[in-house]
C-alpha cells in the first residue's frame, strides 16, 4: 500500500517545491524516471526546501529505489521517512514506512527485528484509524504464515475476512486484490488446483480497479503464473508448465529477484526433461548473467549506503548531536548491509557451483547424443553393473548389524548417484532394487498402511534408515520441495498432521523390530 498526503501550496510562506512531490508521487505507476525528475528538483539541503515534508519525500524516494530493486538504498529512504514523520507525528507515513521496512529486511534478519517494525505499524495505524492499514497487516501476518509453510492457516486467515476486504473494494483494491492472490497462490502450494484457479479467476476481476497500481497488479499476476507453472512441473505436465512459463516471461520485470532466479532455474529443469538442449544451455547463460548482474547492483548499493553513513557520521559528530538512538539505527543499517552482501556472495558461490555442475551435465548429455554407437555399447556395460549391484544389495540385506547396515547402504546410494545415475529413477525396478535391503519393512508397512504409493513407501524407508532430505533428493533425483511435500501427504494419509509425533519418529517407533528380524 502506497500512501502520500496531497500537499498544496497554500499561502506565500509555502514552498513552491511541495508540489514536485505530488508530481512523483503521480509518476510512481507512469515513469520512474519521471517520479525521480521531480525529486532531484528539489534543492539541497532539503530541510531548507520542503521542511516538514520530508517524510513524504524519503517515503516516495524509498518506493522508487524498491521498484527499481535496490533494495539498500530503498531501506536507507523508509528509514529517514520514519525518522522525520515520528518528528512530524504523522502517523499514516509511519505506519506506511514500518510496513516497508519490513518488507525490506523480512525474513533476511532476526524475526524481531522484522516483527518490531511491523507491530509499529499497527501501533501507527491504530493512533491514525487507518483501516486500509491495518487490513494491510491482516495480509501480511497471513503471508508470514504462507511462508511458514503452514498453506491452511494462512487460507484460514483470509477466508473469514474476505468480505470485509470486498466491501473497501472501491476505495482500496489492493487489500481484495492480494487476499485473493495469497488464497489461490496457497491452495497451488497444497495441490488444489481447482480453488487456486477459483481465486485466480477472482484475482483477476480486480485487473481494471483504479485504486490499484499497475505494477502491484501485475507482480501479482507474474507471481500467480510461475507458480503455476510450478505445479504443473510437479505433476509432469510439462507442456502445461512451459505454458505458464511462457505467461510469466511475459512479466518477468514486474518480480523479484528471488523469482527471477527461480524462473530461469525451472526453465532449466524443465528443457531437461524434454532434452531441449540448446535451450538448457541458454538458460544457463541467462541465470549466469542475472546473478552477476545482482552482484554488481548489491555492490554499488553497498558502497553508496556506505558513503553515505560516512556523511551523515561526519554531520553528527560536527554537530556533537548523536543520540542513543541514532547510533543504534546505523549500526542495524550496516549490520544489515554486511549480512545481506555475506548471504548473496554464499547464494552467489552455491549457484555458481550449480552452474558449473550443471554446465558439465549438458555438455556430456549433448556428446553423448551426437553418439549413439558409443551409447549403445555403454548401455551393454550398464546390464552388467546392474547384475553386480543386485548381488551388493543382497549382500547387504543378509547383514545383522543395524549400524553396519546403514553405513553400507550410504555408501552404496553414493556410488550409484556418482557412477550410475542413468540407471536408478524413481521407477518400478529402484522400488525392487531396494526392496532387497530389508523385505521384511516394505512388506510390514505396505499391510499396516495400504494407502502409500510405491514412491511413498521409497521416501519412508530412506527416512526409517536415517537418510536426511538433501541424500533422499539426491537418490530420487528430485528436489528438497518435493521431498517435503511428499513428506507431508505420507503424514496426512498416515493421520500424524494434527498430532505431536513426527513422521521420523512414528517409523522408528513402529518398523524398528523388521530389521532385527530380518
Same mark, same amino acid.
Given at each position: 500500500?502506497?500512501?502520500?498526503?496531497?500537499?498544496?501550496?497554500?499561502?506565500?510562506?509555502?514552498?513552491?517545491?511541495?508540489?514536485?512531490?505530488?508530481?512523483?508521487?503521480?509518476?510512481?505507476?507512469?515513469?520512474?524516471?519521471?517520479?525521480?525528475?521531480?525529486?532531484?528538483?528539489?534543492?539541497?539541503? @532539503?530541510?531548507?526546501?520542503?521542511?516538514?515534508?520530508?517524510?513524504?519525500? !524519503?517515503?516516495?524516494?524509498?518506493?522508487?529505489?524498491?521498484?527499481?530493486?535496490? +533494495?539498500?538504498?530503498?531501506?536507507?529512504?523508509?528509514?529517514?521517512?520514519?525518522?522525520?514523520?515520528?518528528?512530524?507525528?504523522?502517523?499514516?507515513?509511519?505506519?506506511?514506512?514500518?510496513?516497508?521496512?519490513?518488507?525490506?529486511? *523480512?525474513?533476511?534478519?532476526?524475526?524481531?527485528?522484522?516483527?518490531?517494525?511491523?507491530?509499529?505499524?499497527?501501533?501507527?495505524?491504530?493512533?491514525?484509524?487507518?483501516?486500509?492499514?491495518?487490513?494491510?497487516?491482516?495480509?501480511?501476518?497471513?503471508?508470514?504464515?504462507?511462508?511458514?509453510? +503452514?498453506?491452511?492457516?494462512?487460507?484460514?486467515?483470509?477466508?473469514?475476512?474476505?468480505?470485509?476486504?470486498?466491501?473497501?473494494?472501491?476505495?482500496?483494491?489492493?487489500? !481484495?486484490?492480494?487476499?485473493?492472490?495469497?488464497?489461490?497462490?496457497?491452495?497451488?502450494?497444497?495441490?488444489?488446483?481447482?480453488?487456486?484457479?477459483?481465486?485466480?479467476?477472482?484475482?483477476?476481476?480486480?485487473?481494471?480497479?483504479?485504486?490499484?497500481?499497475?505494477?502491484?497488479?501485475?507482480?501479482?499476476?507474474?507471481?500467480?503464473?510461475?507458480?503455476?507453472?510450478?505445479?504443473?512441473?510437479?505433476?509432469?505436465?510439462?507442456?502445461?508448465?512451459?505454458?505458464?512459463?511462457?505467461?510469466?516471461?511475459?512479466?518477468?520485470?514486474?518480480?523479484?529477484?528471488?523469482?527471477?532466479?527461480?524462473?530461469?532455474?525451472?526453465?532449466? +529443469?524443465?528443457?531437461?526433461?524434454?532434452?531441449?538442449?540448446?535451450?538448457?544451455?541458454?538458460?544457463?547463460?541467462?541465470?549466469?548473467?542475472?546473478?552477476?548482474?545482482?552482484?554488481?547492483?548489491?555492490?554499488?548499493?553497498?558502497?553508496?549506503?556506505?558513503?553515505?553513513?560516512?556523511?551523515?557520521?561526519?554531520?553528527?559528530? @560536527?554537530?556533537?548531536?548523536?543520540?542513543?538512538?541514532?547510533?543504534?539505527?546505523? *549500526?542495524?543499517?550496516?549490520?544489515?548491509?554486511?549480512?545481506?552482501?555475506?548471504?548473496?556472495?554464499?547464494? !552467489?558461490?552455491?549457484?555458481?557451483?550449480?552452474?558449473?555442475?550443471?554446465?558439465?551435465?549438458?555438455?556430456?548429455?549433448?556428446?553423448?547424443?551426437?553418439?549413439?554407437?558409443?551409447?549403445?555399447?555403454?548401455?551393454?556395460?550398464?546390464?552388467?553393473?546392474?547384475?553386480?549391484?543386485?548381488?551388493?544389495?543382497?549382500?547387504?540385506?543378509?547383514?545383522?548389524?543395524?549400524?553396519?547396515?546403514?553405513?553400507?547402504?550410504?555408501?552404496?546410494?553414493?556410488?550409484?548417484?556418482?557412477?550410475?545415475?542413468?540407471?536408478?529413477?524413481?521407477?518400478?525396478?529402484?522400488?525392487?532394487?531396494?526392496?532387497?535391503?530389508?523385505?521384511?519393512?516394505?512388506?510390514?508397512?505396505?499391510?499396516?498402511?495400504?494407502?502409500?504409493?510405491?514412491?511413498?513407501?521409497?521416501?519412508?524407508?530412506?527416512?526409517?534408515?536415517?537418510?536426511?532430505?538433501?541424500?533422499?533428493?539426491?537418490?530420487?533425483?528430485?528436489?528438497?520441495?518435493?521431498?517435503?511435500?511428499?513428506?507431508?501427504?505420507?503424514?496426512?494419509?498416515?493421520?500424524?498432521?494434527?498430532?505431536?509425533?513426527?513422521?521420523?519418529?512414528?517409523?522408528?517407533?513402529?518398523?524398528?523390530?523388521?530389521?532385527?528380524?530380518?
Amino acid at each position: 500500500m502506497l500512501w502520500i498526503v496531497s500537499q498544496q501550496c497554500i499561502g506565500q510562506n509555502v514552498s513552491p517545491y511541495l508540489r514536485y512531490i505530488d508530481a512523483a508521487s503521480d509518476n510512481l505507476d507512469v515513469s520512474l524516471k519521471t517520479a525521480q525528475t521531480y525529486l532531484d528538483s528539489i534543492p539541497k539541503p @532539503h530541510e531548507n526546501y520542503i521542511s516538514g515534508h520530508l517524510d513524504e519525500f !524519503y517515503i516516495i524516494q524509498g518506493h522508487i529505489y524498491g521498484l527499481k530493486n535496490e +533494495d539498500a538504498k530503498a531501506f536507507q529512504s523508509f528509514l529517514s521517512a520514519l525518522k522525520y514523520s515520528e518528528i512530524d507525528k504523522d502517523y499514516l507515513v509511519a505506519g506506511d514506512a514500518n510496513i516497508q521496512l519490513f518488507r525490506c529486511v *523480512f525474513p533476511d534478519v532476526n524475526d524481531s527485528i522484522s516483527l518490531n517494525y511491523l507491530n509499529q505499524a499497527e501501533h501507527y495505524f491504530k493512533l491514525s484509524n487507518d483501516v486500509y492499514g491495518l487490513y494491510e497487516v491482516e495480509l501480511i501476518k497471513s503471508y508470514i504464515t504462507y511462508l511458514k509453510e +503452514d498453506y491452511y492457516g494462512s487460507i484460514l486467515k483470509l477466508l473469514p475476512n474476505l468480505e470485509k476486504y470486498k466491501a473497501v473494494l472501491n476505495e482500496d483494491g489492493y487489500i !481484495y486484490m492480494e487476499a485473493n492472490a495469497q488464497i489461490a497462490l496457497s491452495y497451488l502450494a497444497i495441490d488444489s488446483l481447482p480453488k487456486a484457479q477459483a481465486y485466480f479467476k477472482e484475482f483477476k476481476t480486480t485487473k481494471d480497479n483504479p485504486t490499484i497500481t499497475a505494477f502491484n497488479y501485475w507482480s501479482f499476476e507474474a507471481s500467480i503464473y510461475f507458480e503455476m507453472a510450478e505445479y504443473f512441473f510437479r505433476q509432469k505436465q510439462l507442456d502445461s508448465c512451459e505454458n505458464y512459463l511462457i505467461n510469466t516471461k511475459e512479466q518477468l520485470n514486474y518480480l523479484d529477484d528471488t523469482y527471477i532466479a527461480s524462473y530461469y532455474a525451472l526453465n532449466i +529443469d524443465l528443457h531437461k526433461k524434454k532434452k531441449n538442449f540448446d535451450l538448457v544451455e541458454t538458460y544457463l547463460d541467462s541465470l549466469k548473467d542475472f546473478q552477476y548482474d545482482m552482484l554488481e547492483i548489491n555492490r554499488d548499493a553497498s558502497l553508496s549506503i556506505n558513503q553515505s553513513i560516512n556523511d551523515v557520521e561526519s554531520k553528527l559528530k @560536527h554537530k556533537n548531536r548523536i543520540t542513543k538512538k541514532q547510533k543504534t539505527l546505523i *549500526f542495524l543499517l550496516i549490520s544489515i548491509v554486511l549480512i545481506s552482501s555475506f548471504f548473496y556472495y554464499l547464494f !552467489y558461490k552455491k549457484k555458481s557451483n550449480q552452474l558449473k555442475e550443471a554446465s558439465k551435465v549438458v555438455d556430456s548429455l549433448s556428446y553423448v547424443k551426437s553418439n549413439n554407437e558409443q551409447l549403445a555399447l555403454k548401455m551393454r556395460g550398464f546390464e552388467e553393473y546392474l547384475t553386480h549391484l543386485k548381488n551388493e544389495v543382497k549382500d547387504i540385506s543378509s547383514l545383522k548389524c543395524l549400524e553396519i547396515q546403514k553405513t553400507r547402504i550410504k555408501e552404496l546410494y553414493v556410488r550409484l548417484h556418482v557412477n550410475s545415475s542413468t540407471i536408478l529413477d524413481k521407477s518400478e525396478s529402484h522400488l525392487e532394487l531396494v526392496n532387497h535391503l530389508n523385505i521384511e519393512f516394505f512388506k510390514n508397512i505396505k499391510e499396516v498402511h495400504p494407502k502409500l504409493n510405491k514412491s511413498e513407501v521409497i521416501i519412508c524407508y530412506y527416512l526409517f534408515m536415517g537418510f536426511t532430505n538433501k541424500e533422499i533428493t539426491v537418490f530420487l533425483n528430485t528436489t528438497i520441495r518435493s521431498v517435503e511435500s511428499r513428506r507431508y501427504r505420507i503424514s496426512k494419509k498416515i493421520n500424524l498432521v494434527k498430532t505431536d509425533t513426527t513422521l521420523l519418529d512414528y517409523l522408528q517407533d513402529t518398523f524398528s523390530y523388521t530389521l532385527k528380524e530380518a
